[in-house]
């Protein structure tokens, strides 16, 4: 038989034991992936400054980081305690599950186990939101039009919403119900101050949302939380003011829009008016929106809307070349201008970007150009086309 000296034998052993604990992290690892998004209780076995250590059971810890506690949260060894698995991270020495008592899908989570609805599939939370430890908002939608999706998480005599909110820490939940209609869901999202109107702004994802006077303390919330869970939880950012601010906003963008159709197009104020009553609010829509929405408008017919989109694309053309920053080496050659197709505003706009010539036209992909107003994928391409014929092929022969 072979003998083995004191230091092949310790670092056999220390080998083995290496060996097991890393099979008993894959096979930890391997029962947990699957948990992920999940509630998962422990008993806290140490608690260090920065975490603690959950004792999960069968030789599996996870960490709560402070960040990841209740505000003013304190916890001793041998606690029970449950939170949120949110991530596992097989490459961290130490813990590997990493556990949140913040993060808003607890919320849900909690709401889960609570109202068997959800389970159930008959009732949804969409969506969730949450000022750890002090306030929160979800929404929630029914599949049953027979069941009230806000009473049935609020439970007889409110058992459901306040089991939830003594898991965490007397956190404040409001039950908001969820619509599809975006402006809907926000109103639904601000309670429990009443809004009075509200503008949508689809192409900035914003919405101004507006009270009245007496009650814009409540909307905003204390530190801005009332408006900042609602946007949270509807995805909008949000503008909270009284009517009358609103009212003056509204006239304010109102005035600037009629001075620029008024100076733009060369028109009175009271055809200006009409155009922005249609919701007219720029001169590009001015020039470039297809002509049967301007023929919409009562009392124009086609030979006035040539003659606006003429004005609008004029006026477009001047302001870009007053431009300094478009001025600056920017001037498109005669030859560019005077290619087969071009236009006046096109020639400036790309020469705005560093295209003056034909040459420099030619060296374009259709993607670079397509962009800019007047073009789209086969026109641009036939500009560099034309370009390259006069500037490649010509040189040639």
Known sequence: SIKFDRITTQTAKQVIVQKVREAERQQMIAEYEDKVGELVTGTVKKVNRDNIIIDLGNNAEGVIYRDDMLPRETFRPGDRVRGLLYVIRPEARGAQLFISRTHPDMLVELFRLEVPEIAEETLEIKSAARDPGSRAKIAVKTNDKRLDPVGACVGMRGSRVQAVSGELGGERVDIVLWDENPAQFVINAMAPAEVASIVVDEDSNTMDVAVEADNLAQ???????????????????????????????????????????????????????????????????????????????????????????????????????????????????????????????????????????????????????????????????????????????????
């Open 219 to 397: 909307a905003i919330g204390r530190s801005g939380q009332n408006v900042r869970l609602a946007s949270q939880l509807t995805g909008w950012e949000l503008n909270v003011m009284t009517v009358d601010d609103l009212n003056k906003k509204h006239e304010e963008e109102n005035a600037k829009v009629l001075n620029l159709f008024t100076a733009g197009l060369d028109i009175d104020e009271e055809f200006a008016s009409v155009l922005v009553d249609e919701g007219f609010t720029t001169l590009e829509e001015v020039a470039y929106v297809p002509a049967s929405e301007l023929l919409a408008v009562e009392g124009l017919d086609e030979e006035m809307v040539e003659e606006l989109r003429n004005r609008a694309r004029a006026f477009l053309t001047t302001r870009a070349l007053a431009n300094e920053e478009s001025l600056e080496g920017a001037e498109p050659t005669e030859a560019l201008l005077n290619l087969e197709g071009m236009s006046k505003h096109v020639a400036y706009v790309l020469a705005s970007r560093g295209v003056t010539d034909l040459e420099e036209l030619a060296e374009q992909g259709t993607d670079d150009i397509s962009d800019i107003d007047e073009l789209d994928e086969e026109k641009a391409g036939a500009l560099i086309m034309a370009a390259r014929n006069i500037v490649w092929f010509s040189e040639e022969e």
